[in-house]
């Protein structure tokens, strides 16, 4: 069936590939990736599977099904990209490399008892998207959900932060900053206070913790006091309890700048918090072993393996069903994810032989699962 499954990948190859870099010249952003969730699931739809557009009414979200074994396994494809930095996480690559899986699988899914399932999931860089799909009922009764994410090295074990993301938006009062300045309320000024405050808070802060963010807005000309200013803000911790317990003090930073101007402060959040993630072993035991097996080769901890810290909504998914989310090398360092030389890596050889090879142990660790006894209710 492992055979079966690779010349599957194999076969579409050209097409996994040619998928792949379609998505990385034409980036699209958190819940606007339109072209990108009807371009994702073509090869599918040719390939038989039974394809939902708007899946469970998310417009850039789709779902697609082919077999009708009793084990369920799930394929993330996730497609958005970053404001400014295009394809710099290597979504293209994801989406093409689950895309891939569920092909191997669907080549053995009679003989192997499975459903196939491929989940596109937009709005990953911030927006939750695999949070707002699992409050619409996606995922009930996964065995096993997955995908492969690009990194500078290949590292088996996800151990993402949770993750809140907020926007912050300070309202003043504008006048002119020569002739009148006594008059403004000045909403720049306040995201100052407010980012002093939190480099002190840092302190204090577990060695584990991040605050981190962005000044997206904070005035129109030099010579108008700047009556708004709009930020989007990241707040990182170990768990979701501990995030819990960490934000009410980001808030007081916050609290601070408008205290000190006079402005009005309004905290949005822009998705529900991403969770940590709960690798199931099994599976991931299964993954390293195919991975070793097409001769990939894992990083020792250290520097290089960093990445796996990185946040992801699939860690919401990781609380709800079995799931892994490994890490899959391109050969970019020095250059690292979420830079415009990474992105640049995400097409070319060897940007190609990862989406080719995580297909293919992705697929390979479905025929693994499928084969294992199954686990007892409410076992992980």
Known sequence: MKKAARQAVDRRAEELIGLSERLH????????????AAAVPELLDR??????????????????????????IAL?????????????????LIAASSVGAALGLAAVADDAGLTVEVHGTPAEEGGGGKIELLDRGAFAGVDLAMMVHPAPVDVAEARPFAVSHSRISYTG?????AAYPEAGINAADAFTVAQVAIGLLRQQLPSSARVHGVVTHAGDAPNAIPERSTGRWYVRAETLAELAA?????????????????CELRIEPESKPYAEFRNDETALGHYRANALALGREFAPP????RMNR??????????VVPAIHPYIG?????????????????????????????????????VDRALAPRPREGSR
Not at 48 to 72: K, Q
Not at 302 to 305: H, K, L, N, V
Not at 310 to 319: E, F, I, K, W
Request: hydrophobic share 40%.
């Open 330 to 366: 391109i050969g970019s360092l020095p250059a690292t994810n979420h830079q415009h030389e990474f992105a640049a890596h995400c097409v070319g050889g060897t940007a190609q032989k990862a989406l080719l090879d995580g297909a293919i142990a992705l697929a390979w660790t479905g």
């Open 302 to 305: 250290g520097q290089a393996a």
């Open 173 to 177: 009062k504008s006048a002119h900053a």
């Open 25 to 36: 010249a034409d980036p699209e952003t958190a819940w606007e990736e339109h072209r990108a």
């Open 310 to 319: 990185a946040s992801t909504d699939m860690g919401n998914v990781s609380q």
């Open 47 to 72: 390939a038989g599977f039974d394809v939902t557009p708007s899946y469970l009414g998310l417009e850039t979200a789709f779902h697609a099904r082919i077999g009708s074994g009793p084990v369920r």
């Open 76 to 92: 993330c494809a996730e497609y958005d990209a970053l404001p400014g930095l295009g394809h710099a996480c290597g979504h293209n």
């Open 246 to 262: 960490l934000e009410p003090r980001v808030t007081r930073a916050f609290e601070a700048g408008a205290l000190a101007t006079g």
